[in-house]
């Protein structure tokens, strides 16, 4: 079983360009598995999949978490499946998880951060980054790896590079190209 997951893992590298954190994720969710069977068999089951999941739980796992874990080894189970590694498409599913709503900003909160002044530069380059954060809606890591070349101050445009190395044009506002100049 081992060999077919470093098989996988090659592939989805190499063949479907995935990401390195996207590899990591699956080793991630392999070792988690492996906590629950440090040997494991040579054909997976459901009743394996079943006290993979019972062993996460008892070791006071969330929900979210085990889910997480879950589509890994789903996204394994499938590989196999597609591979005729397996005769049956086994598939996890995920557990039931609680929906939080995600707490904003209050308007209050946006003006104070919006007309805040800062004095150095260390601040002048933080509010830099709220601000694009606040017109654009863009990912932190991908405001975090923004160059000078990814922005066109003439069109008030941006170029960012998103999850899965996806690039994405997106607009900021007149008032954003005033405070980067």
């Given at each position: 079983m081992e060999q077919l997951f470093e098989q996988f893992v090659r592939e989805k590298k190499f063949l479907n360009n995935s990401s390195d954190k996207t590899i990591l994720f699956y080793?991630?969710?392999?070792?988690?598995l492996h906590k629950c069977f440090p040997v494991l068999p040579d054909q997976l089951t459901r009743?394996?999949?079943?006290e993979f999941i019972t062993h996460m739980r008892e070791r006071g796992l969330s929900p979210v978490s085990c889910n997480v874990y879950i589509r890994g080894i789903n996204s394994f189970l499938t590989w196999l499946y597609e591979n005729e590694h397996l005769a049956e498409h086994l598939k996890m599913k995920q557990l039931k998880e609680?929906?939080?709503v995600i707490k904003t900003f209050s308007e209050?909160?946006?003006?104070?951060?919006?007309?805040?002044?800062?004095?150095t530069?260390?601040?002048?380059?933080?509010?830099?980054?709220?601000?694009l954060l606040i017109d654009t809606g863009i990912r932190i890591d991908e405001?975090?790896?923004?160059?000078?070349d990814n922005a066109d101050l003439?069109?008030?445009?941006?170029?960012?590079?998103?999850?899965?190395?996806?690039?994405?044009?997106?607009?900021?506002?007149?008032?954003y190209?005033?405070?980067?100049?």
């Open positions: 080793r991630d969710s392999w070792r988690a009743q394996y999949l079943v609680e929906h939080k209050a909160q946006l003006r104070a951060i919006i007309c805040y002044k800062p004095k530069d260390t601040q002048r380059r933080l509010h830099a980054l709220l601000l405001a975090l790896t923004l160059t000078k003439e069109n008030c445009l941006i170029t960012v590079t998103g999850k899965g190395n996806k690039e994405r044009i997106i607009p900021f506002s007149m008032e190209r005033k405070t980067l100049f």
